[in-house]
């Protein structure tokens, strides 16, 4: 059944980071997506995110280049993604254990669904809850 789970395409835009973007990394790739596409767009950081990209990228496709900030290196994500679904997570963020199979779940299960959104936890750098997102 995994098989027939669409390809998920995860973007990451980053600029020196590296105090929080090992946990993102990690919060996707542990999601163990079966067909999941990983990339990760750096702004040309120097504070040490490019060693922790090092790290992982057997499990994910990096650049790190000069851009124009967050929305330029997302539109270059979107445009190398090959994934059916696009999805983007901030380099000081993490996803819930699980999202991305509910996702790919979804949205095979419901092919008329073009717009899929979730809610979030608003966290401290412990991972402690400090406020639930407002959804009234």
């Not at 509910?102 to 402690?128: F, I, N, S, Y």
Request: hydrophobic fraction near 35%; proline fraction near 4%; charged fraction near 25%.
């Amino acid at each position: 059944m995994s098989s027939t789970l669409p390809r998920i395409s995860v973007i990451t835009p980053t600029y020196n980071q590296a105090d929080f973007i090992e946990e993102t990394i990690l919060s996707v790739l542990e999601q163990k997506y079966p067909n999941l596409e990983y990339l990760v767009f750096d702004g040309g950081s120097t504070d040490g995110t490019l060693e922790i990209l090092k790290k992982y990228e057997q499990h994910l496709r990096w650049v790190s280049r000069k851009d124009k900030g967050q929305s330029d290196a997302l539109n270059q994500g979107f445009r190398q993604a090959s994934g059916e679904i696009l999805a983007y997570i901030n380099s000081d963020d993490r996803y819930e254990p699980g999202a991305l199979l509910r996702v790919g779940e979804h949205m095979r299960d419901h092919p008329q669904v073009h717009w899929l959104t979730g809610r979030c936890r608003l966290v401290d750098p412990a991972g402690r809850e400090i406020r639930r997102l407002i959804t009234a």
